[in-house]
């Protein structure tokens, strides 16, 4: 997870083109390069004081399977009136929470601007609500209605980007303001007899990168040049990563574990046209034996998804025109990367109107489709999108203005 200065705005991508500040070139030899053997040391950290008692380990070990999007079985996600279940096809709904669960079971705001994130099981969920701009609420809450937790807040902070890990049990908080080039990290513990205690992770920098281990326990973390491992206990141990010495000026932006344990990271590259402008790096669960894949589009740090059978990657891009002192981002589009072939199919999903805002949302079990989560006027929509046949299907009804994207359920 790389932090977003903006909070919050991983759920929408917007289409319209803009004019963004310059940024320096950083120009990086593209060639595979030879893996160093030096280790890269960690970054300073103060000890946290435990609440969590985790197994640690240096290199992670896979053991979760994360239960894909669509296929057989059902999908789970949140609209304004409520938590529903579909099938794959979209046709049939049931309701699993009703607005009354939400606001009066779980105190859940009525009102304002909403979004939520639902857990890998689909058990648990994040919901954010804000009233004219400056009233929040943050809220981490059971979907069987058996706990909940107020995160207290300060009126100028922002929680960015909760990162659920692969089993459900933990979830990655930062926190921080519009005025801060940094955040405060923690994992929150949300076992049914641990729900809520939490473990400070330190403070890092907004551009940093942490995301999740196959196995859930665990973080990588990119700081200072290297990354490290932070366990749930707070404990970092310097990873020896082979590729990140032959960085020069490229950026790790976002990564993600494969189910099989290796590591996904998106490294960015000088936003001048004609210039590569993304690259993707797979390496084992212990950072080496890299393979980069090549990006024609740039890739900022929005969520990206691995299939479910670990041989495709989709992920969010832009185009970027202009010159090295003033550029501009074009329409968001969908690069799907074949990891075995380094083949980049580059697609378009949903509306092409400007001011829509799309994400991804995953993948179906079949590997075939991926799902799209739409930000429109009058009100949002869910769909799926074949790459067999270049068709999409909407989801959701007109009046559903569902909240957040689906996760699958078993």
């Known amino acids: 997870m790389r932090v977003q200065y903006q909070a919050l705005l991983f759920m929408t991508c917007w289409l ?16 595979t390069p030879v893996p160093p053997t030096s280790t890269v040391a960690p970054s300073p950290s103060a000890t946290p004081t435990p609440t969590i008692t985790p197994t640690p380990s ?10 894909p999007l669509g296929g057989a079985g059902a999908w789970i996600y949140a609209r304004s009136d409520g938590v529903f279940t579909m099938t794959g096809d979209g046709l049939t709904l049931s309701q699993r929470l009703t607005d009354e669960d939400l606001v009066g079971t779980l105190g859940i705001w009525d009102r304002g601007y909403r979004f939520v994130v639902i857990s890998p099981d689909g058990k648990k969920a994040f919901y954010f609500a804000e009233i004219n701009g400056y009233q929040r609420q943050f809220r981490l809450v059971s979907l069987d209605l058996s706990n909940q937790l107020q995160i207290d807040a300060h009126p100028d902070d922002l929680i960015h980007d909760p990162l659920w890990a692969p089993t459900s049990d933990y979830v990655l908080i930062a926190r921080g303001t519009r005025a801060t080039t940094s955040t405060t990290h923690s994992i929150i513990d949300l076992r049914p007899d641990t729900f809520g205690q939490s473990v400070d992770l330190g403070t890092f920098k907004n551009d940093a990168v942490l995301f999740w281990a196959a196995n859930g326990l665990s973080l990588y973390a990119f700081r200072g040049g290297g990354f490290v ?30 189910r099989d344990g290796r590591v996904a990271v998106v490294l960015s590259f000088p936003q001048v046209p004609g210039a590569e402008q993304s690259s993707v790096v797979v390496a084992d669960a212990d950072l080496n034996h890299p393979t980069y894949f090549p990006l024609e589009r740039y ?6 998804f691995i299939s479910p059978d670990n041989t495709r990657i989709g992920l969010m891009a832009w185009t970027i025109s202009g010159s090295a002192n003033h550029y501009s981002v074009g329409a968001a589009g969908v690069l799907v990367l074949d990891l075995t072939t380094g083949h980049v199919d580059d697609i378009v999903i949903g509306p092409t109107e400007r001011r829509v805002g799309k994400t991804l949302c995953g993948w179906s079990a079949d590997s075939q489709r991926l799902m799209g989560f739409i930000a429109t006027s009058p009100s949002n929509f869910l769909l799926s999108y074949d790459l067999n046949t270049r068709t999409e299907v909407r989801l959701t009804p007109e009046d559903a203005n569902p909240l957040s994207c689906p996760v699958g359920l078993n």
């Open 299 to 304: 890739s900022y740090d929005t969520p990206f």
């Open 16 to 31: 319209c083109a803009c004019s963004v500040p310059a940024m320096a070139p950083r120009p990086i030899e593209t060639a």
């Open 229 to 258: 491992s932070i366990s749930l206990d707070g404990t970092k141990h310097a990873l020896s990563c082979s590729f990140c010495g032959h960085l020069g000026q490229a950026n790790p932006v976002i990564g993600r574990s494969f």
């Open 58 to 67: 240096r290199t992670p070990t896979p053991t979760i399977t994360p239960t």
